[in-house]
Protein backbone atom coordinates (compact mmCIF):
# COMPACT_ATOMS: atom_id res chain seq x y z
CA UNK A 1 0.00 0.00 0.00
CA UNK A 2 2.64 2.55 1.30
CA UNK A 3 4.64 1.71 -2.45
CA UNK A 4 1.12 2.50 -4.58
CA UNK A 5 0.79 5.93 -2.41
CA UNK A 6 4.67 6.21 -3.79
CA UNK A 7 3.87 5.66 -7.22
CA UNK A 8 0.67 8.12 -7.45
CA UNK A 9 -3.00 8.79 -6.05
CA UNK A 10 -5.69 7.29 -7.86
CA UNK A 11 -8.95 9.37 -8.04
CA UNK A 12 -11.53 7.53 -6.67
CA UNK A 13 -14.26 9.08 -8.30
CA UNK A 14 -12.41 8.36 -12.00
CA UNK A 15 -10.20 5.52 -11.66
CA UNK A 16 -7.40 8.39 -13.04
CA UNK A 17 -4.32 9.09 -12.02
CA UNK A 18 -3.69 12.90 -11.31
CA UNK A 19 -0.04 12.58 -10.84
CA UNK A 20 1.80 14.61 -7.81
CA UNK A 21 -0.88 16.61 -6.27
CA UNK A 22 1.49 19.20 -6.39
CA UNK A 23 2.29 19.60 -10.23
CA UNK A 24 -1.61 20.24 -11.46
CA UNK A 25 -2.12 23.31 -10.10
CA UNK A 26 1.37 24.89 -10.64
CA UNK A 27 0.90 23.57 -14.43
CA UNK A 28 -2.68 25.07 -15.27
CA UNK A 29 -1.52 28.11 -13.43
CA UNK A 30 1.00 28.37 -16.21
CA UNK A 31 -1.04 27.71 -18.89
CA UNK A 32 -3.63 30.30 -17.90
CA UNK A 33 -1.01 32.62 -17.56
CA UNK A 34 0.32 32.14 -20.84
CA UNK A 35 -3.00 32.20 -22.62
CA UNK A 36 -3.93 35.17 -20.63
CA UNK A 37 -0.25 36.71 -21.99
CA UNK A 38 -0.73 35.78 -25.55
CA UNK A 39 -4.15 37.52 -25.38
CA UNK A 40 -3.01 40.72 -23.95
CA UNK A 41 -0.26 41.15 -27.19
CA UNK A 42 -2.87 40.40 -29.54
CA UNK A 43 -5.58 43.01 -28.23
CA UNK A 44 -2.30 45.41 -27.84
CA UNK A 45 -1.77 44.72 -31.57
CA UNK A 46 -4.94 44.94 -32.63
CA UNK A 47 -4.87 48.45 -30.83
CA UNK A 48 -1.58 49.74 -32.37
CA UNK A 49 -2.32 48.62 -36.01
CA UNK A 50 -5.62 50.73 -35.66
CA UNK A 51 -3.87 53.66 -33.82
CA UNK A 52 -1.50 53.06 -37.23
CA UNK A 53 -4.06 53.39 -39.53
CA UNK A 54 -5.18 56.70 -38.03
CA UNK A 55 -2.00 58.00 -37.92
CA UNK A 56 -1.56 57.44 -41.57
CA UNK A 57 -4.84 59.02 -42.17
CA UNK A 58 -4.05 61.46 -40.09
CA UNK A 59 -0.41 61.98 -41.30
CA UNK A 60 -1.62 62.31 -44.93
CA UNK A 61 -4.22 65.10 -44.20
CA UNK A 62 -1.68 67.08 -42.32
CA UNK A 63 0.83 66.72 -45.48
CA UNK A 64 -2.12 67.53 -47.66
CA UNK A 65 -2.55 70.63 -45.84
CA UNK A 66 1.20 71.54 -45.44
CA UNK A 67 1.11 71.26 -49.22
CA UNK A 68 -2.22 73.66 -49.52
CA UNK A 69 -0.55 76.27 -47.28
CA UNK A 70 2.79 75.74 -49.40
CA UNK A 71 1.30 76.55 -52.58
CA UNK A 72 -0.77 79.09 -51.08
CA UNK A 73 2.58 81.13 -49.31
CA UNK A 74 4.16 80.66 -52.71
CA UNK A 75 1.37 82.25 -54.81
CA UNK A 76 1.33 85.25 -52.52
CA UNK A 77 4.97 85.62 -53.09
CA UNK A 78 4.83 85.44 -56.49
CA UNK A 79 1.90 88.08 -57.04
CA UNK A 80 3.76 90.15 -54.71
CA UNK A 81 6.50 90.43 -57.11
CA UNK A 82 3.74 91.45 -59.84
CA UNK A 83 2.17 94.11 -57.77
CA UNK A 84 5.59 95.71 -57.43
CA UNK A 85 6.44 95.59 -61.20
CA UNK A 86 3.30 95.13 -63.40
CA UNK A 87 4.79 95.71 -66.69
CA UNK A 88 3.79 92.95 -69.23
CA UNK A 89 3.49 93.12 -72.60
CA UNK A 90 0.92 90.81 -74.06
CA UNK A 91 1.88 89.00 -77.05
CA UNK A 92 -0.67 87.79 -79.95
CA UNK A 93 -1.90 84.16 -78.92
CA UNK A 94 -1.41 81.69 -81.77
CA UNK A 95 -4.00 78.91 -82.44
CA UNK A 96 -2.85 76.17 -84.89
CA UNK A 97 -6.13 74.66 -86.84
CA UNK A 98 -5.64 71.71 -88.45
CA UNK A 99 -8.41 68.44 -89.67
CA UNK A 100 -7.39 65.30 -88.81
CA UNK A 101 -9.42 62.68 -90.75
CA UNK A 102 -12.90 62.43 -90.10
CA UNK A 103 -13.13 65.39 -87.50
CA UNK A 104 -13.93 68.41 -87.67
CA UNK A 105 -10.92 70.43 -86.21
CA UNK A 106 -7.78 69.98 -83.90
CA UNK A 107 -7.24 73.83 -82.35
CA UNK A 108 -4.18 73.94 -80.48
CA UNK A 109 -3.58 77.73 -78.48
CA UNK A 110 -0.26 78.92 -76.93
CA UNK A 111 0.09 82.13 -75.44
CA UNK A 112 1.97 83.69 -72.34
CA UNK A 113 0.47 84.60 -69.53
CA UNK A 114 1.69 87.41 -66.99
CA UNK A 115 0.30 85.81 -64.07
CA UNK A 116 1.90 82.38 -62.01
CA UNK A 117 0.88 79.17 -62.86
CA UNK A 118 -1.07 78.42 -59.99
CA UNK A 119 -3.08 81.89 -60.09
CA UNK A 120 -3.92 80.73 -63.95
CA UNK A 121 -5.11 77.16 -62.63
CA UNK A 122 -6.98 78.59 -59.91
CA UNK A 123 -8.68 80.70 -62.74
CA UNK A 124 -9.53 77.74 -64.91
CA UNK A 125 -11.13 75.40 -62.26
CA UNK A 126 -12.89 78.01 -60.05
CA UNK A 127 -16.26 76.66 -59.91
CA UNK A 128 -17.53 80.43 -60.74
CA UNK A 129 -15.29 81.08 -63.69
CA UNK A 130 -18.17 81.90 -65.49
CA UNK A 131 -17.76 85.96 -64.34
CA UNK A 132 -14.36 85.39 -65.99
CA UNK A 133 -15.95 83.53 -69.20
CA UNK A 134 -18.25 85.45 -70.84
CA UNK A 135 -18.58 82.62 -73.53
CA UNK A 136 -20.13 80.45 -70.22
CA UNK A 137 -24.01 81.39 -70.03
CA UNK A 138 -24.98 78.43 -67.14
CA UNK A 139 -23.84 76.15 -64.90
CA UNK A 140 -26.19 73.61 -64.62
CA UNK A 141 -24.15 71.32 -62.17
CA UNK A 142 -21.52 70.40 -60.69
CA UNK A 143 -20.56 67.52 -58.64
CA UNK A 144 -16.75 66.20 -57.55
CA UNK A 145 -16.58 62.79 -58.01
CA UNK A 146 -12.91 62.73 -56.86
CA UNK A 147 -11.33 64.67 -54.41
CA UNK A 148 -7.42 63.46 -53.58
CA UNK A 149 -6.44 66.86 -52.23
CA UNK A 150 -4.16 68.51 -55.19
CA UNK A 151 -5.99 66.60 -57.67
CA UNK A 152 -10.24 66.46 -58.27
CA UNK A 153 -12.17 65.06 -61.04
CA UNK A 154 -15.06 66.61 -61.42
CA UNK A 155 -18.56 66.06 -63.28
CA UNK A 156 -19.70 69.49 -65.17
CA UNK A 157 -22.97 70.16 -66.77
CA UNK A 158 -23.33 74.13 -68.20
CA UNK A 159 -24.65 76.12 -71.71
CA UNK A 160 -22.30 78.27 -73.48
CA UNK A 161 -22.30 80.62 -75.90
CA UNK A 162 -21.38 80.62 -79.28
CA UNK A 163 -20.81 83.56 -81.70
CA UNK A 164 -19.43 83.56 -84.81
CA UNK A 165 -20.09 86.33 -87.80
CA UNK A 166 -23.85 87.86 -87.37
CA UNK A 167 -24.88 84.35 -85.86
CA UNK A 168 -25.09 83.24 -82.09
CA UNK A 169 -26.51 80.48 -80.11
CA UNK A 170 -25.95 78.40 -77.38
CA UNK A 171 -24.90 74.80 -77.05
CA UNK A 172 -25.15 72.46 -73.87
CA UNK A 173 -21.94 70.88 -72.04
CA UNK A 174 -21.20 67.90 -70.58
CA UNK A 175 -17.59 67.36 -69.76
CA UNK A 176 -15.56 65.08 -67.18
CA UNK A 177 -12.57 67.12 -66.05
CA UNK A 178 -9.20 65.73 -64.68
CA UNK A 179 -7.66 68.25 -62.57
CA UNK A 180 -4.40 68.47 -61.46
CA UNK A 181 -2.12 71.36 -59.33
CA UNK A 182 1.07 69.08 -59.35
CA UNK A 183 1.71 70.10 -63.02
CA UNK A 184 -1.09 72.27 -63.37
CA UNK A 185 -2.98 70.20 -65.96
CA UNK A 186 -6.96 70.09 -66.82
CA UNK A 187 -8.12 67.25 -68.60
CA UNK A 188 -11.66 67.75 -70.07
CA UNK A 189 -13.22 64.90 -72.02
CA UNK A 190 -17.36 64.36 -72.97
CA UNK A 191 -19.64 62.83 -70.81
CA UNK A 192 -22.92 62.07 -72.69
CA UNK A 193 -22.36 61.55 -76.50
CA UNK A 194 -25.24 63.61 -78.51
CA UNK A 195 -24.21 64.70 -82.02
CA UNK A 196 -20.65 64.89 -80.85
CA UNK A 197 -18.71 62.02 -81.17
CA UNK A 198 -15.68 63.19 -79.20
CA UNK A 199 -14.69 66.57 -77.58
CA UNK A 200 -11.95 66.38 -75.40
CA UNK A 201 -8.93 69.00 -74.64
CA UNK A 202 -6.33 69.29 -71.41
CA UNK A 203 -5.21 72.92 -70.04
CA UNK A 204 -1.00 72.97 -69.53
CA UNK A 205 0.23 75.38 -67.69
CA UNK A 206 3.89 76.05 -67.50
CA UNK A 207 6.29 78.59 -65.29
CA UNK A 208 7.98 81.13 -67.44
CA UNK A 209 11.30 82.98 -65.99
CA UNK A 210 9.76 86.34 -66.73
CA UNK A 211 13.32 88.43 -65.22
CA UNK A 212 15.57 85.49 -65.84
CA UNK A 213 18.19 88.05 -66.83
CA UNK A 214 18.59 88.63 -63.10
CA UNK A 215 20.27 85.05 -62.65
CA UNK A 216 22.86 86.03 -65.79
CA UNK A 217 25.69 84.12 -66.17
CA UNK A 218 23.13 81.42 -64.47
CA UNK A 219 20.10 79.90 -66.29
CA UNK A 220 17.56 78.51 -64.24
CA UNK A 221 16.11 75.15 -65.29
CA UNK A 222 13.55 75.02 -62.46
CA UNK A 223 11.37 77.29 -60.21
CA UNK A 224 13.28 76.40 -57.25
CA UNK A 225 16.61 77.34 -59.28
CA UNK A 226 15.30 80.32 -60.71
CA UNK A 227 13.45 81.69 -57.33
CA UNK A 228 16.93 81.15 -55.63
CA UNK A 229 18.69 82.89 -57.82
CA UNK A 230 16.31 86.06 -59.00
CA UNK A 231 15.28 86.63 -54.75
CA UNK A 232 11.91 88.34 -54.75
CA UNK A 233 11.84 90.35 -57.47
CA UNK A 234 11.73 87.48 -60.31
CA UNK A 235 8.74 87.27 -61.39
CA UNK A 236 6.88 84.10 -62.25
CA UNK A 237 4.90 83.52 -65.62
CA UNK A 238 3.10 81.63 -67.20
CA UNK A 239 3.10 79.24 -70.67
CA UNK A 240 -0.14 77.92 -71.62
CA UNK A 241 -1.23 75.74 -73.66
CA UNK A 242 -4.84 74.71 -75.56
CA UNK A 243 -5.11 70.91 -76.85
CA UNK A 244 -8.97 70.56 -78.13
CA UNK A 245 -10.33 68.06 -80.66
CA UNK A 246 -13.86 68.16 -82.00
CA UNK A 247 -15.24 65.54 -83.56
CA UNK A 248 -19.29 65.54 -84.43
CA UNK A 249 -21.40 62.29 -84.88
CA UNK A 250 -21.04 63.10 -88.78
CA UNK A 251 -19.07 65.61 -89.91
CA UNK A 252 -20.87 68.06 -92.05
CA UNK A 253 -19.77 68.70 -95.78
CA UNK A 254 -18.41 72.35 -96.49
CA UNK A 255 -20.02 75.22 -96.29
CA UNK A 256 -21.37 74.37 -93.08
CA UNK A 257 -18.34 72.79 -91.85
CA UNK A 258 -16.25 75.96 -92.38
CA UNK A 259 -18.81 77.87 -90.38
CA UNK A 260 -18.63 75.28 -87.22
CA UNK A 261 -14.74 75.75 -87.70
CA UNK A 262 -15.19 79.07 -87.44
CA UNK A 263 -17.08 78.87 -84.63
CA UNK A 264 -14.99 76.76 -82.56
CA UNK A 265 -12.04 78.61 -83.35
CA UNK A 266 -14.22 82.24 -82.04
CA UNK A 267 -15.01 80.29 -79.41
CA UNK A 268 -11.61 79.38 -77.90
CA UNK A 269 -10.83 83.07 -79.13
CA UNK A 270 -13.06 84.41 -76.86
CA UNK A 271 -11.67 82.46 -74.09
CA UNK A 272 -8.02 83.04 -74.33
CA UNK A 273 -9.40 86.69 -74.53
CA UNK A 274 -11.17 86.86 -71.17
CA UNK A 275 -8.23 84.70 -69.35
CA UNK A 276 -5.92 87.72 -70.64
CA UNK A 277 -8.32 90.15 -69.35
CA UNK A 278 -8.61 88.88 -66.09
CA UNK A 279 -4.69 88.30 -65.84
CA UNK A 280 -4.16 92.20 -66.29
CA UNK A 281 -7.06 92.75 -63.60
CA UNK A 282 -5.32 90.47 -61.21
CA UNK A 283 -1.96 92.16 -61.90
CA UNK A 284 -3.65 95.28 -60.66
CA UNK A 285 -3.06 97.67 -63.51
CA UNK A 286 -2.73 101.27 -62.71
CA UNK A 287 -4.40 102.30 -65.64
CA UNK A 288 -7.28 99.83 -68.28
CA UNK A 289 -5.35 101.01 -71.23
CA UNK A 290 -3.50 97.41 -71.30
CA UNK A 291 -6.58 95.63 -70.42
CA UNK A 292 -7.73 93.78 -72.66
CA UNK A 293 -11.93 93.78 -73.68
CA UNK A 294 -13.96 91.23 -74.59
CA UNK A 295 -14.66 92.47 -78.35
CA UNK A 296 -11.34 94.67 -78.72
CA UNK A 297 -8.56 92.51 -76.87
CA UNK A 298 -5.68 90.79 -78.67
CA UNK A 299 -6.47 88.49 -81.84
CA UNK A 300 -5.45 84.93 -82.54
CA UNK A 301 -3.21 84.42 -84.98
CA UNK A 302 -3.81 81.17 -86.76
CA UNK A 303 -1.12 78.99 -88.39
CA UNK A 304 -1.44 76.85 -90.87
CA UNK A 305 -5.30 77.79 -91.44
CA UNK A 306 -7.31 81.62 -91.06
CA UNK A 307 -8.44 83.67 -88.34
CA UNK A 308 -12.19 83.05 -87.58
CA UNK A 309 -13.15 86.85 -89.03
CA UNK A 310 -10.85 85.87 -92.09
CA UNK A 311 -12.59 82.35 -92.14
CA UNK A 312 -16.18 83.82 -92.08
CA UNK A 313 -14.77 86.27 -94.76
CA UNK A 314 -13.33 83.69 -97.39
CA UNK A 315 -16.95 81.75 -96.37
CA UNK A 316 -18.84 84.86 -97.56
CA UNK A 317 -16.81 84.98 -100.74
CA UNK A 318 -17.48 81.67 -102.02
CA UNK A 319 -21.12 81.89 -101.89
CA UNK A 320 -20.74 85.30 -103.95
CA UNK A 321 -18.89 83.59 -106.76
CA UNK A 322 -21.57 80.77 -106.52
CA UNK A 323 -24.43 82.89 -106.41
CA UNK A 324 -22.49 84.42 -109.43
CA UNK A 325 -22.19 81.44 -111.53
CA UNK A 326 -25.27 79.87 -110.96
CA UNK A 327 -26.49 83.55 -112.61
CA UNK A 328 -24.27 83.52 -115.24
CA UNK A 329 -23.76 80.08 -116.17
Not at 70 to 82: G, M
Not at 160 to 186: E, M, P, Y
Not at 224 to 238: M, N, Q
Request: contains cysteine.
Amino acid sequence: MDQKKERGDLDTSGGKRIGPPTLGPAFNFMVQFSNRVQSCFKTQFKRSFRNDEGGNGNSALFIEREADSLWKLSLEKQLQAWRENPTWDTETPEIKVTVPKGSLCNLNVKFKVGLPPDAIYNIVIDPDNRRVFKNIKEVVSRKVLIDEGSRQVVEVEQTALWRFLWWSGTISVHVFVDQSRKDHTIRFKQGNIGFMKRFEGCWRVEPLFVDEEICSPQRPRTLSEYESCSGPKGRVGSLVTLEQLVQPTIVPPPPISWYLRGITARTTEMLVTDLLAEADRLRSFSDGSDSPEEDNGPGCTIVDSLPARDAGEMIKERWRLRRRARKNP
